[in-house]
């Protein structure tokens, strides 16, 4: 064979094995729940419990389905934040994944918000606690020690707070949205204000007393539905009754201590489904309302007995 014919079987070869190579780019996809993010770092904790290092560039597309049909938005990569439920595909292993496209639902994404939110208050007590610190800072020995003890115990219930978001974040692949076989083992109704999402002391104690009731099952969920009256336009009613849901959940989750597992993700149902007359003021204060239910699988049920 001639020389110049073997240099070129040679470089097509190589040329062939470079492709097979890239042909041969794993293409990993999988779901899981977002429990921490470093920049364009996301470790995701899978739904088989495992913990996989999801990295996103500039050319990963961050999505959500539109309707009712297989139509998807795309959003910014802003909205990717812990506690947020996700599906991903990419290439890469089981280990570690780059990112080709993400999809998430907007249910999900404001579940999490609410749980991002469960640190606000700490934080900005935090701060304050620091003014304070630096506005007194010529005060006696004493007063300085004062202030050093409650800002460490200020860090202190941020620390406790941050690992408590984190565990719920983990948590989340595990909520029992999917299952549809349900018993109703409690329930409860919570009415508001015109135009309000505000929950009244005296509703806060049903709540309470509902999320008490539900530890005396194993494998429970409480479902959250939020709903309006018939006055004003239909997209404030709509975000209105979602507005009210969040509230519930905000308050099982930080005044309760309900993990998010064990909460459906709050539905936002508008005017539909009234349980009185819209034509009259009281039934119209009736249908401002959040109703909570107490669901256990009946499998579960039946192995618990209750």
Known sequence: MPKQVRVVASLLAVCLLSLGSALAADKVKGKGVITLRSGNTLTVETDEDATVTVMVTPDTKVQHPVGLGARKKQVGQEVLIPGLKLK????????QVTAET???????LSLAKVIQAGLNPTAQQQAQNMQTYETNRQATEAELAAHRQEIEASKQRIAANEQ???QVAQATQKRFAELTDWVVKGQATVHFEIGDATISPEHQKEIAALAQDALKYKGYVIEVKGFADSTGRAADNQQLSKDRAQAVVAYLLQECQVPVKNIVAPGAMSETHPVASNETTSGRAE?????LRILVN?????DSGN
Request: charged share 35%.
């Open 88 to 95: 991903y595909e990419g290439t890469g292993d089981q280990n």
């Open 287 to 291: 249908n401002r309302r959040v109703e």
């Open 298 to 302: 009946k499998g579960v049920a039946g």
């Open 102 to 108: 993400i999809t998430f639902d907007r249910d999900d």
């Open 164 to 166: 408590g978001i984190q």
